[in-house]
């Protein structure tokens, strides 16, 4: 790995029609594509790093946050630069869990976060922890990429394929024309608030969990959201350099808040019986 070749990698456990609409709120241009059975590959164009504003580590744990939090699915986010490369896991609201190497392959992370990352995902508690183990211990033949290499390959027993040509270490000009080559692959581009609700709206009315997100649960976890969004969302724009990592999970906490009590309104107001009619 070099300088040239900064880069993230966005995998998400579930099906890129799901992905789509929150990616939106990444504000990023991102090139979104299957990989493998229930997994999608998202490649963003990393301006935030290009332009040195913020650390690509950083901008992928966000990123990989604000698209796991309040969604029935995980996020991986890959990240590597000149001197060190890692991955970090977002679930819902749980605290992210990650693990760091030097560019030369050197461990630098806590043993434990292998154990929660094999967890959360439902990867096998013993052989394939024993198959991670591996990661955290020294190697002199095996360089940060390597680590990366050897992650992927162990959540591919979980399914996970990238496309042909993507890999983590090359350069983001690269892994975005592997990635489009797909037949599959689309372009998602960042939206504003109103397109990002309709189709956060769109989902949600048609999709499986619509039926479940209405009646008090739904409100108190649509209002915790927004409590939790909306200072969130306002310190990382108040930074004097802002961090459009933290911004994009404090607008999807206040979007999926605004979602969940316009949706629950929505319904009510459908369900409610119209006076003077009879069924």
């Known amino acids: 790995m070099n300088a040239t070749s900064t880069g993230a990698?966005?995998?998400?456990?579930?099906?890129?029609?799901?992905v789509q609409a929150p990616a939106?709120?990444?504000r990023e241009y991102v090139v979104l594509a299957p990989a493998g059975a229930g997994w999608s590959l998202l490649v963003p164009e990393g301006r935030p790093w290009l332009d040195g504003s913020e650390p690509v580590e950083?901008?992928?744990?966000?990123?990989a946050t604000a698209l796991a939090v309040g969604a029935p699915w995980p996020v991986v986010a890959l990240w590597w630069d000149a001197d060190r490369a890692g991955y970090t896991l977002a679930s819902g609201f749980r605290r992210p869990v990650g693990y760091t190497w030097l560019a030369d392959g050197t461990p630098v992370g806590?043993?434990?976060?292998?154990?929660?990352?094999?967890?959360?995902?439902g990867l096998d508690p013993v052989?394939?922890?024993?198959?991670?183990?591996?990661?955290?211990?020294?190697?002199?033949?095996?360089?940060?990429?390597?680590?990366?290499?050897?992650?992927?390959?162990?959540?591919?027993?979980?399914?996970?394929?990238?496309?042909?040509?993507?890999?983590?270490?090359?350069?983001?000009?690269h892994l975005r024309a592997a990635a489009q080559a797909g037949p599959?692959?689309?372009?998602?581009?960042?939206?504003g608030w109103r397109d990002t609700v309709r189709a956060e709206l769109d989902i949600v009315e048609h999709g499986r969990f619509g039926p479940w997100l209405r009646g008090p649960r739904a409100r108190l976890l649509a209002t915790a959201q927004l409590t939790a969004g909306?200072?969130?969302?306002?310190?990382?724009l108040a930074r004097r350099t802002p961090s459009p990592g933290w911004a994009a999970t404090g607008a999807l906490l206040v979007v999926q808040g605004v979602l969940g009590l316009t949706y629950d309104r929505m319904r009510a107001h459908r369900q409610a019986p119209v006076p003077g009619r009879t069924g």
Do not use: N, S, Y
């Open 9 to 18: 990698l966005l995998l998400c456990r579930a099906d890129p029609d799901a």
């Open 24 to 26: 939106q709120l990444l």
């Open 58 to 63: 950083r901008v992928a744990a966000g990123w």
């Open 110 to 121: 806590e043993d434990e976060a292998m154990v929660t990352f094999a967890e959360r995902l």
């Open 127 to 173: 052989f394939d922890v024993q198959a991670l183990r591996p990661l955290t211990r020294a190697d002199r033949d095996a360089d940060a990429r390597a680590r990366l290499l050897g992650l992927i390959a162990v959540l591919a027993r979980l399914d996970l394929a990238l496309p042909p040509g993507v890999q983590p270490g090359e350069p983001t000009t």
């Open 184 to 191: 599959d692959a689309r372009h998602v581009e960042g939206q």
């Open 230 to 236: 909306l200072p969130l969302l306002a310190w990382a």
